[in-house]
């Protein structure tokens, strides 16, 4: 009798899989955070992760990129997926806390959404600068950059 074959799922797609997952994206307070198939971005050795969440962005009407939104006790951080995979974004996109002139919540069209109108994380820093981020609990995100804008604002330099 012949012994049952093991089955192998996604087998064409198994390296891109392993290359693109979550797993490879890293959030170290003081080191940096992306890497694998991501941007990477260093830290301040003292500079510590506050909030990371998986989501889209998308400047003025560009088509979304897909990547992680991590917010640190001193900046906000996009780290989109690495070129040649999302031609459009080529590095990470830093907000430093006390450039931020507004955060704002606003229902935003967002191509990939059935209905394809998203409430959205709007960043608005010094510039003219802005950015629209959609990630899960944007109310929870928009309050956690208020409170860390405050704490940056009152630390000891």
């Keep these: 009798m012949n012994e049952p074959r093991e089955r192998k799922r996604h087998t064409a797609l198994s390296p891109l899989m392993g290359s693109l997952g979550p797993l490879q994206f890293r959030a ?29 962005s998308r400047r003025g009407w560009r088509p979304l990129t897909y990547g992680f939104l991590t917010l640190t006790d001193r900046r906000l951080i996009y780290t989109p997926l690495r070129w040649p995979i999302s031609p459009i974004e080529r590095g990470p996109h830093i907000f430093d806390l006390a450039e931020i002139e507004a955060v704002a919540v606003e229902r935003h069209f967002k191509p990939d959404f059935v209905p394809p109108m998203a409430e959205a994380l709007v960043v608005r820093a010094a510039g003219g600068r802005s950015r629209l981020f959609f990630v899960l609990n944007v109310m929870a995100w928009r309050k956690a950059i208020e409170e860390q804008k405050l704490r940056a604002g009152t630390r000891p330099e």
């Design 28 to 56: 170290d307070s003081g080191v940096a955070v992306g890497g694998g198939a991501f941007t990477r971005a260093r830290l301040a050795p003292d500079e510590d992760v506050v909030s990371v969440s998986a989501g889209s």
